[in-house]
């Protein structure tokens, strides 16, 4: 039998963490390793054989640390290149190994939480233009309409700390403006970036009151755990030991200060390279 491995935990940058907090609330035993490539993000806006080519770089780095599932806590890299390493790399590359994604959990179930049938997405340029998100739901409520707002200032406030100033409320209301004038019957709104939780309290502020803000981490996180659960031949080769390991391909440094935040818990992490 193969050795046990921690699971692995890819992101552009720090947003993955917001990700990988739930996954170790809900699967505490389990280890997990988090990988941060900060040097070439963002990736929300390049091209999609560049997101591809970055992604599996670090899904190739992972296998060879000796991981056998890897979960892409990037909706960028989900929907940009996931569907692409799943059908044509996995199969040659290592075909006993898994990769998974953050779009397909959300999107099984969040016309559950719809009466209007209407559904808004909050996400990057690269994500919105995709179209991963509308093409998704529809396989599974197809009576819902989706409309999507791209927000690409968010994730560079975010990353900077600046949630809380005058220009940063000046995007969020332009943004949610824009989304709601696509839709004005909207009764759902998903965060579909990693990044969008940490401002949370502010996107409220400025939502409809009977509108449903949701986020990723914990959908993914029952979901994983759902697919151990059905899974038991993977489940096996996941180690058990509760441990945390993170690498950034940039300034360990900054990726600890900044990414204490998105995690909620102090980090010390390793560079290396792809």
Request: hydrophobic letters at 40%.
């Given at each position: 039998?193969?050795?046990?491995?921690?699971?692995?935990?890819?992101?552009?940058?720090?947003?993955?963490?917001?990700?990988?907090?739930?996954?170790?609330?809900q699967?505490?035993?389990?280890?997990?390793?988090?990988?941060?490539?900060?040097?070439?993000?963002?990736?929300?806006?390049?091209?999609?054989?560049?997101?591809?080519?970055?992604?599996?770089?670090?899904?190739?780095?992972?296998?060879?640390?000796?991981?056998?599932?890897?979960?892409?806590?990037?909706?960028?890299?989900?929907?940009k290149?996931?569907r692409?390493?799943?059908?044509?790399?996995?199969p040659?590359?290592?075909?006993?190994?898994?990769?998974?994604?953050?779009?397909?959990?959300?999107?099984?179930i969040?016309?559950?939480?719809?009466?209007?049938?209407e559904?808004?997405?909050?996400?990057?340029k690269?994500?919105?233009?995709?179209?991963?998100?509308?093409?998704?739901?529809?396989?599974?409520?197809?009576?819902?309409?989706?409309?999507?707002?791209?927000?690409?200032?968010?994730?560079?406030?975010?990353e900077?700390n600046?949630?809380?100033?005058?220009?940063t409320?000046?995007?969020?209301?332009?943004?949610?403006?824009?989304?709601f004038?696509?839709?004005?019957?909207?009764?759902?709104?998903?965060?579909?970036c990693?990044?969008?939780?940490?401002?949370?309290?502010?996107?409220?502020?400025y939502?409809?009151?009977?509108?449903?803000?949701?986020?990723?981490?914990?959908?993914?996180?029952?979901?994983?755990?759902?697919?151990?659960?059905?899974?038991p031949?993977?489940?096996?080769?996941?180690?058990?030991?509760?441990?945390?390991?993170?690498?950034t391909?940039?300034?360990t440094e900054?990726?600890?200060?900044?990414?204490?935040?998105?995690?909620?818990?102090?980090?010390?992490?390793q560079?290396?390279?792809?």
């Open positions: 039998m193969q050795e046990a491995a921690p699971i692995g935990v890819f992101d552009s940058g720090y947003g993955g963490l917001t990700v990988l907090k739930e996954l170790v609330a699967l505490p035993e389990y280890d997990f390793m988090y990988l941060g490539d900060n040097a070439r993000a963002p990736y929300g806006t390049r091209s999609f054989e560049t997101v591809y080519q970055y992604t599996l770089d670090a899904v190739k780095w992972f296998f060879a640390q000796g991981c056998h599932l890897v979960m892409l806590a990037c909706n960028t890299a989900s929907a290149a996931l692409s390493i799943q059908q044509n790399d996995l040659t590359l290592a075909p006993d190994k898994r990769v998974l994604g953050v779009i397909r959990p959300s999107t099984e969040i016309g559950q939480y719809s009466e209007t049938n559904i808004g997405i909050l996400a990057t690269g994500t919105v233009a995709s179209n991963s998100y509308p093409i998704e739901i529809e396989k599974f409520f197809p009576a819902i309409t989706v409309y999507q707002e791209a927000c690409p200032m968010w994730v560079p406030i975010i900077n600046e949630m809380d100033n005058v220009g409320h000046h995007f969020i209301k332009k943004n949610l403006h824009h989304l004038q696509k839709g004005d019957n909207i009764d759902v709104v998903l965060l579909a990693t990044h969008y939780p940490l401002m949370r309290k502010q996107i409220e502020e939502l409809p009151v009977a509108v449903k803000l949701l986020s990723q981490g914990e959908i993914v996180a029952r979901s994983l755990a759902d697919y151990l659960k059905r899974h031949e993977m489940d096996e080769k996941c180690r058990k030991t509760g441990q945390l390991t993170f690498f391909t940039d300034a900054d990726f600890d200060e900044k990414g204490s935040a998105f995690f909620g818990q102090a980090l010390a992490s560079h290396v390279s792809l």
